[in-house]
């Protein structure tokens, strides 16, 4: 890249080796065709699901299509991120094996959901090298990954949650009729989902018992540990929030509902990125003043809680009687154009493209704050 271009380079990175690499293939193409080519150079690294980085020329082709869900390839070519605190630039290696340099990145902007990049891994790795990035921390990003932690340390803080049971595969494989007594005293239908996965890969909602084994066994697909929760009467509200963790007051969005139709048991992976006519997000939510501000409350409580910075979603329940509960927290929220946190947030008076740069600029400032 030219040395006389002095905006800032941000490198984009998706696709990864989790069961949502598609979804993250989808959200890149969303954000890198809304930031600013006035003030920021974009590089497009997809990552294959062996782990493999290369420059993605055609992310604009990367789309929804069930048929053919969008997937980062390897062709050949690789780029090298460094690990050292030197500045030193990303590494490209062609396909007949010839190096060269594509320039020091002055901010990575990773879209990669589930594990290896929203769990703290590839945060681990950007703090090694030094280098500014989008989203919260590895303790932030690693505890929030796992359903069974976020719960226990909100459980810990006060914070109301749905109860739960924790089941690994060796537990169910050990010492089965301990897992289904535990699971019993919850009460039916329960939901069994992959502690560390998300787009509700994996995840399955049990009516009897006998449907148990296979829920599980599903769910071990995605994850060795699982939680499994009692169903929740109420209603699906979401809050987005923005903002970082040296800032005195985190920003809280307009909460917005989720209601699902179309046969869906509850807001599955179709309906939420193939079937979209089958989940409307309203937001603002019609839930009344008291408790719009009780969910805001909330979630900027978790958001300091675990040490969150640029971005989260929180996802509560509205109980019948009014009662909020907290049931999870993603510090990679979905990000296509489409998904609940820049929806909540442009109805919230941030459109979509100022979003993405003020998350830019979050990480920048919080980056030279630790200077």
């Not at 690499?21 to 990552?47: E, F, K, M």
């Not at 909020?324 to 909540?344: C, D, H, K, R, W």
Request: hydrophobic letters at 40%; aromatic letters at 8%.
């Amino acid at each position: 890249m030219p040395d006389t271009d002095h905006r800032p380079l941000v490198a984009v990175l998706f696709g990864g080796r989790s069961s949502e690499h598609s979804v993250s293939c989808v959200t890149a193409a969303g954000v890198i065709n809304a930031i600013d080519d006035d003030a920021y150079r974009v590089l497009p690294i997809g990552i294959t699901k062996t782990g493999v980085w290369r420059i993605v020329d055609d992310w604009s082709s990367m789309h929804f299509d069930p048929e053919h869900m969008p997937e980062v390839v390897d062709d050949g070519t690789e780029v090298i991120p460094p690990i050292s605190a030197q500045g030193s630039p990303l590494l490209h290696r062609d396909a007949e094996g010839r190096y060269s340099e594509l320039g020091s990145v002055d901010v990575f902007f990773p879209l990669l959901h589930g594990r290896y990049g929203e769990d703290g891994t590839l945060q681990g790795l950007f703090e090694l090298s030094d280098t500014a990035f989008v989203g919260s921390g590895v303790f932030a990003s690693a505890a929030s990954m796992d359903k069974h932690y976020t719960k226990s340390l909100m459980a810990h803080a006060g914070i109301p949650t749905c109860p739960w049971e924790l089941v690994t595969e060796s537990m169910w494989e050990t010492d089965r009729a301990d897992a289904e007594a535990r699971i019993a005293g919850l009460g039916l239908p329960v939901f069994v989902k992959p502690a560390r996965a998300g787009s509700s890969m994996g995840v399955s909602r049990v009516e009897s018992a006998d449907g148990l084994d296979a829920a599980l066994r599903g769910a071990f697909e995605h994850d060795t540990k699982v939680i499994v929760e009692p169903q929740v009467v109420g209603r699906e509200i979401e809050c987005a929030v923005l903002g970082s963790v040296h800032d005195s007051e985190v920003r809280t969005s307009f909460p917005g509902e989720i209601e699902v139709s179309g046969g869906h048991a509850f807001y599955d992976f179709e309906a939420k990125y193939l079937d979209l006519a089958d989940a409307e997000l309203t937001c603002p939510a019609s839930v009344g003043d008291e408790t719009t501000a009780r969910i805001q409350e909330l979630s900027a409580k978790v958001f300091r809680l675990f040490d969150c910075t640029g971005l989260s979603r929180v996802d509560t329940f509205v109980t019948e009687s009014g009662e909020v509960l907290i049931n999870e927290i993603n510090t990679l929220p979905g990000f296509t154009p489409t998904s609940a946190y820049p929806f909540m947030w442009a109805n919230s008076g941030i459109e979509y493209p100022a979003l993405i740069s003020e998350l830019i600029t979050i990480a920048l400032v919080d980056h030279a704050r630790t200077h």
